[in-house]
């Protein structure tokens, strides 16, 4: 499985676009990239997943570049609500390969008023 | 919205005792996983099951910890002995067999060993 490397905390103000970069310089052909959410005494929750270029969803957009060493997760207008730990994970989703995901130790976004 | 569920929501126990944790995931997802997070790191995959089958259990301390799914439908993780260190949450996630990736986590189980 991919490592994937992080930064440790990021602070930003409510109603500011965040960017949160992951880096996966060893990912696989195979390999997908996902982020979830992690509130304080809560279980990770999933928010986006992509392949390549650029992925949206309601909640957050996700880009990756043509060499897919990296990738960018948006959070357009943030919120108090939104301070959480990030955490993006790289790995092979196919069925034959099982579904396992390693976290890493994520990104801890404070946004303040 | 559908949940995986998991009891009990907090456990306190005195080092050397056993303490089991149960997780009904979510209807029809065949895999199961279930992670240990300590406080201020991230989870770490302790077991996988498909259906009932162990798919991956490579980090799981086989000498204290038990998981088994044997209908392949619920899932009960066992530790016994209990040591101080194993204080963490665990948490269950399920996910459906071609979801790619996308699991739905319950709200985990906050172990406390004394």
């Known amino acids: 499985l991919a490592k994937t490397t992080q930064p440790i905390s990021m602070d930003s103000y409510e109603g500011q676009e965040v960017n949160i970069t992951c880096s996966h310089n060893?990912?696989?052909?195979?390999?997908?990239i996902t982020w979830y959410q992690q509130f304080p005494s809560q279980g990770p929750r999933f928010i986006i997943q992509?392949?390549?270029t650029k992925v949206t969803n309601e909640v957050a957009s996700l880009f990756i570049p043509a060499d897919r060493k990296s990738s960018t997760l948006s959070l357009p207008r943030v919120s108090l609500s939104d301070t959480a730990v990030y955490y993006c994970l790289v790995g092979d989703i196919r069925d034959n390969a099982g579904n396992m995901l390693t976290f890493g130790g994520g990104t801890r976004l404070m946004v303040k008023p | 919205e559908a949940e995986v569920a998991q009891s009990p929501r907090y456990k306190i126990t005195e080092k050397s005792q056993a303490v089991a944790f149960w997780c009904d995931p979510i209807?029809?997802?065949?895999?199961l996983y279930w992670y240990r997070q300590i406080l201020g790191q991230g989870p770490e995959l302790l077991v996988q099951f498909q259906d009932e089958s162990v798919v991956d259990d490579s980090q799981l301390p086989k000498d204290r910890f038990s998981a088994e799914r044997l209908k392949g439908v619920d899932s009960t993780l066992k530790i016994q002995p209990a040591e101080l260190g194993d204080s963490a949450m665990y948490l269950c996630?399920?996910?459906?067999?071609?979801?790619?990736?996308?699991?739905?986590f319950g709200p985990g189980t906050r172990l406390t060993v004394l």
């Open positions: 992509g392949y390549k």
């Open positions: 209807s029809g997802h065949a895999t």
């Open positions: 996630a399920s996910s459906l067999e071609t979801s790619g990736g996308s699991s739905f």
């Open positions: 060893n990912i696989a052909t195979n390999d997908y």
